[in-house]
């Protein structure tokens, strides 16, 4: 359960396991959270993006009918406008946490975040993208790119906020005429001095271990 009074896409990705990624203590020190979620029916589905500060202040959000082949697709195409939305919102030094509840969609980022990292190497294990979707994971690899710092944890689809956005577009249309924010987190992560606390599930760890184990 999200710790009271905190910014819910920082408790959700506190909590939400990162694939492929050590989730350290320092992991809820995001500039930014971006969760995206795609829908998909034989009338028509929907795309929907959350973007906050780490500080809870709200960034961006969308709420855009879509008419996509799949599921799959849908997800990808999320991911795709909320990276995009940020990267013209948040300086290229930003660290970014990323929601999402599609398991490989969440993995994948986290191969390309890891493959950013190391190009030599390349990903520790083959991507799994859909084939429908690679245009668009094309563009995801080159905003993960863009971004100093990104990684995505896997959330419960009931918990996602993005999730009414996108199965309901034509009842949230209104978000998209929300005036443009540019939000800079109070806090500066390039200070030295700024404290890593680590979040609940490691602060309250038993049994003497280090909470940087």
Not at 62 to 81: I, Q
Not at 196 to 209: F, T
């Amino acid at each position: 359960m999200a710790a009271y009074g905190r910014p819910t896409l920082r408790d959700l990705f506190d909590e939400s396991p990162t694939p492929h990624i050590a989730h350290p203590p320092r992991t809820h020190h995001r500039d930014y959270y971006v969760a995206c979620d795609g829908s998909f029916r034989d009338g028509g589905g929907g795309l929907g993006v959350v973007i906050e500060t780490r500080d809870g202040e709200l960034v961006a959000r969308r709420s855009l009918p879509d008419r996509v082949p799949d599921n799959n697709v849908a997800e990808y195409r999320a991911l795709h406008l909320g990276l995009d939305l940020l990267a013209a919102r948040a300086p290229s030094d930003a660290r970014v946490g990323v929601l999402v509840d599609h398991d490989d969609l969440a993995a994948n980022v986290n191969r390309a975040t890891i493959a950013t990292r190391q190009p030599a190497l390349g990903p520790p294990h083959p991507y799994r993208v859909p084939s429908a979707t690679r245009h668009h994971w094309r563009g995801i690899r080159a905003r993960i790119a863009g971004f100093r710092e990104l990684r995505a944890a896997r959330i419960d689809s009931g918990e996602n906020p993005a999730h009414s956005l996108a199965n309901a577009p034509r009842q949230y249309a209104h978000v998209n005429r929300e005036p443009a924010r540019c939000v800079i987190p109070r806090e500066s992560l390039a200070d030295p001095d700024h404290t890593q606390i680590p979040p609940p599930s490691r602060a309250d760890r038993h049994g003497g271990a280090n909470a940087s184990d």
